[in-house]
């Protein structure tokens, strides 16, 4: 199995794309830490991996927007296992609001979330992971075609396709790798809750949305040794969505 000893860490893990890759991984011998704000959630899911197949894992309370709650997550997989291997940025927030009404705090709780988030699980990871070490950042297909009512997580997707190429620069002398995934339409509560979707404003079509497991195939892609010769590229992952005119 690909994952055969190594340790994983995935943020947003108690539902949807998250819990998804969590189990993938595990199913393909990784040790994980499902790490989300939600204690209750992130227990009843750590569960759910270890069903899946994984060797062992646990859940990890974590607010990503807090530094020092991402480096007590690292701390604690490399305290318990030895070793850190994989980090899936997959932890978001959407605030749907015009942009002549949003606020400050709207941004800033998006950003907090989506960039700085990741930009904290990169920091340490890099300290922490040895050469053949693997970091995954999930953007969004916002990030280079987006909708009204979204700017600040389009602004925070787009940027962390930014990070994710000067993390790869940095990290390549390291023999760390870092690529993102841009997912389009994915059948989770955060599509259904997205008042375009729900007014009709925001059309979808069927074979346009995917499942939370195709996501997460090409994360443990991303992760493995396959994509070895993968270094700073974001994939687009939309079923095809962006190439109809």
């Not at 899936?88 to 709780?109: H, Q, S």
């Not at 700017?151 to 787009?158: E, N, Q, R, V």
């Not at 007014?199 to 497991?213: I, L, N, R």
């Amino acid at each position: 199995m690909r994952f055969d000893g190594r340790v994983a860490i995935v943020t947003g893990a108690a539902s949807g794309i998250g819990l998804e890759t969590a189990k993938r991984l595990g199913s393909e011998g990784a040790r994980v830490v499902v790490a989300d704000l939600d204690p209750k959630k992130g227990e009843e899911a750590a569960g759910e991996v270890r069903r899946a197949g994984a060797p062992d894992a646990f859940a990890s309370t974590c607010d990503v927007a807090a530094e020092e709650q991402v480096e007590k997550t690292i701390a604690s997989a490399v305290e318990r296992w030895q070793r850190l291997d994989v980090v899936v940025n997959n932890a978001g927030r959407m605030v749907f609001r015009p942009i002549d009404e949003l606020t400050r705090e709207d941004w800033r709780g998006v950003l907090e979330v989506d960039l700085l988030g990741a930009f904290y699980f990169i920091k340490h990871s890099i300290r922490r992971m040895k050469p053949g070490g693997a970091i995954v950042n999930v953007s969004s297909i916002h990030a280079v075609e987006t909708e009204p009512l979204v700017a600040p997580y389009a602004a925070a997707k787009a940027g962390l396709l930014s990070l994710t190429r000067s993390a790869a620069l940095e990290a390549k002398p390291k023999g760390i790798r870092v690529n993102a995934i841009l997912p389009g339409a994915v059948d989770t509560p955060m599509l259904w809750s997205n008042p375009n979707i729900r007014s009709g404003a925001e059309k979808t079509h069927s074979g346009d949305v995917g499942k939370p497991a195709d996501i997460a195939a090409v994360i443990a892609y991303l992760a493995s040794d396959d994509a070895r010769f993968v270094q700073g590229a974001s994939i687009r992952v939309d079923g095809g969505r962006l190439d109809r005119l």
